[in-house]
């Protein structure tokens, strides 16, 4: 459970925000991160007025860098922070690519700094509480994953919401079972920008289908996830996961919202993060991650282009 | 008031597990009138007359048309048998209600349907979900506009029951033309008539779930997409555990909402020491809702579920353990013409 009151032993670490964008209209810094480090005691944030990162970091002395560079210098960013010394919460995605990415995680290597994918929904209660419960045996050894990531409404991303949301569930799964993806098949929606059905096959004959789209925008909260969930089937039993718990569903005159007292996946992430600076500890997400979870997203691209599947090659895990 | 010459006389033809359903649904529509039973095996085929106040019962199709002069048959043998069965029965003049698939391969089902045009009889294949209450409530939304075009399908039966062992001829692909065959056409052809569209192409995933040394898969995903851009993920699973789960779920996106019907969306659940089930639905009776449809169609009116539509429905299960054996997308379109 996340700390909510600052302890003395509680370490908050100077945390630099680098960057407000995002794919197409995005804003995570602003919207996300930088509420969620302000609100967690491990962290404190700081200022810089230097518009040179390098020079931002010396200035303020910042030991976590919050990196949202525009996606085509995101990767430079990041490894520029690692080198600078910093470890690094890298938006989503980390990388244009799995090479671009691949880059990062070779800083990561080197400087053995934590670099952490802002793969958050990973993080989610609900998520590792399935996680958890797959990995100590409780539905045998998994067969199929059915998932389904949808957005209600929001802004279109320019690039396409596979690019941009499909990271997510694919790195769900990944997280989830462990077993690697060998071949992705993508079948593109009635708007392929807005929605795509991934069909992959794993280690030990894993398959799992992940539908990730952007519905058009209904009565519910603007932005808000229609549908976020995963069905485990395993030789023992069945798991049916709604990433949206826990939520309190809360009705009045002004409609519906989820409510929930403890840490959302961000905060939970922040943790994590944090967790895995202090203690020297492998961080439960790090580039290796942002590479895998690209490799699929950019086979799936390749799928779409090509009608047909394609396989990944096991010896560039 | 139907008058007693418009009843129509039917043949309840093979006598196993589903044919007392359909027994019963004819038993049910006052239109019909159950004329004997057929099955190749006598001890079968005394028991279903018994159990339907003894009615003629027969161990020759032929004897029973032409000792009944029945006017229609439910046809409720082994799938390998339904091709044949059907161009007698369209042979003699008689109208046919068949269970799924209309054949276990795309020319057999060519050659029913080109029977039952020649003889101006009806040929309804019993794609019997079509007249289940939640499959006509998620045609009625579709249809209703209300979540705009079709973007995405989604539509899961899941079961751990496998059939009772060895010797079930569903578990012989060369019997039942395997589970895409079986049981996948009741999915492909939902999704089907769901969107109204022009199913493109199918790519499938197969698993040997419950034992490795079955011949069919008993859990098995079929992706299809339409011509008008949509498309349906299809799961038909009976590899599931623990034996006695039981899902139904849907969910449709379109360009203007969400449909979503879960499990636990038709009744109320109940827990006792063995977990969780869902409670018997009490809605409409689907074998009955089918059974009044094809009396409908055999007194004139349009059949709900037309030989072309279990024809396709036949080529699109071809495609999809086309695709399990192939690991590629197969074309319906190229499946239902090389047989023709």
Not at chain 1, 115 to 134: D, E, K
Not at chain 2, 295 to 307: E, H, L, N, R
Request: with cysteine; charged share 20%.
């Amino acid at each position: 459970m996340t700390p909510r009151t600052a302890t003395p032993r509680t370490v908050a670490l100077r945390t630099l925000p680098w960057g407000t964008s995002g794919l197409g209209t995005q804003d995570h810094q602003s919207d996300m991160y930088v509420p969620a480090f302000r609100a967690h005691p491990g962290f404190t944030l700081v200022e810089a007025a230097a518009d040179d990162l390098t020079a931002a970091i010396a200035e303020t002395g910042a030991q976590v860098v919050s990196v949202c560079a525009p996606p085509g210098e995101r990767a430079d960013r990041i490894v520029e922070a690692l080198r600078a010394g910093c470890h690094v919460l890298a938006d989503k995605p980390m990388a244009l690519d799995a090479a671009d990415a691949r880059r990062v995680e070779d800083a990561a290597r080197e400087t053995g700094l934590v670099c952490m994918p802002a793969h958050h929904h990973r993080f989610g209660a609900a998520v590792r509480s399935a996680g958890a419960a797959l990995a100590a045996g409780r539905i045998g050894l998994p067969w199929n994953v059915q998932a389904d990531f949808l957005v209600d409404g929001g802004d279109p991303c320019p690039q396409g919401e596979l690019v941009n949301f499909g990271l997510y569930p694919v790195d769900v799964v990944l997280a989830l079972t462990g077993r690697a993806v060998r071949r992705v098949h993508a079948l593109p929606g009635r708007d392929p920008r807005r929605s795509t059905v991934l069909l992959l096959d794993h280690d030990h004959g894993l398959t799992s289908t992940i539908t990730v789209g952007r519905l058009p925008g209904t009565t519910a909260p603007y932005g808000s996830v229609a549908l976020h969930r995963y069905r485990i089937s395993g030789s023992g039993g069945v798991m049916d996961v709604d990433a949206t718990r826990p939520a309190a569903a809360v009705r009045t005159v002004l409609g519906t919202r989820a409510a929930w007292h403890a840490d959302g996946t961000v905060g939970r992430m922040l943790t994590a993060l944090h967790t895995a600076i202090v203690s020297g500890r492998p961080p439960e997400a790090g580039p290796a991650d942002a590479v895998a979870a690209l490799r699929v997203t950019d086979a799936a691209a390749r799928s779409l282009a090509l009608g047909t599947p394609v396989p990944l090659d096991p010896s560039e895990d | 008031m139907e008058s007693l010459s418009a009843t129509v006389r039917v043949l309840v033809v093979g006598t196993g597990f589903i044919a007392a359903q359909h027994a019963a649904a004819i038993h049910a529509e006052p239109r019909l009138e159950l004329a004997g039973v057929v099955d190749v095996e006598i001890s079968a085929a005394a028991a279903a007359s018994r159990a339907n106040g003894g009615v003629p019962w027969y161990t020759d199709l032929g004897a029973a048309l032409a000792e009944t002069g029945a006017d229609g048959c439910v046809v409720c043998t082994p799938n390998d048998t339904h091709a044949g069965i059907a161009e007698r029965v369209a042979a003699a003049g008689a109208h046919l209600l068949i269970e799924k698939p209309l054949a276990t391969d795309v020319a057999g089902a060519r050659r029913a349907v080109e029977a039952f045009a020649r003889a101006g009889r009806v040929l309804m294949p019993a794609h019997s979900h079509r007249h289940y209450d939640y499959a006509l409530t998620v045609r009625d939304v579709i249809r209703s506009g209300e979540l705009g075009d079709v973007d995405l399908v989604r539509l899961s039966i899941l079961g751990g029951w496998i059939w009772p062992d060895w010797r079930g001829w569903m578990l012989d692909p060369s019997r039942s033309g395997g589970h895409a065959l079986h049981n996948g056409v009741h999915l492909l052809d939902l999704v089907t008539w769901w969107t109204g569209d022009v199913p493109e192409t199918v790519y499938a995933r197969g698993r040997r779930q419950t034992a490795a040394e079955l011949d069919i898969y008993d859990y098995l995903e079929m992706t299809v997409r339409f011509a008008g851009g949509a498309v349906a993920v299809c799961e038909m699973s009976r590899g599931h555990r623990p034996a006695s789960y039981a899902r139904r779920d849907v969910l449709v996106t379109g360009t203007g909402g969400l449909l979503s019907l879960p499990w636990d969306a038709e009744s109320g659940t109940v827990t006792d020491e063995s977990g969780t089930a869902l409670l018997p639905p009490g809605g409409t009776d689907g074998f009955a809702t089918q059974m009044a449809a094809w009396a409908d169609a055999v007194t004139g009116a349009p059949a709900a579920v037309s030989g072309a539509d279990g024809l396709l429905a036949v080529g699109m299960g071809v495609a999809a353990e086309r695709s399990i054996a192939t690991g590629l997308p197969v074309r319906v379109d190229d499946v239902v013409k090389e047989a023709a």
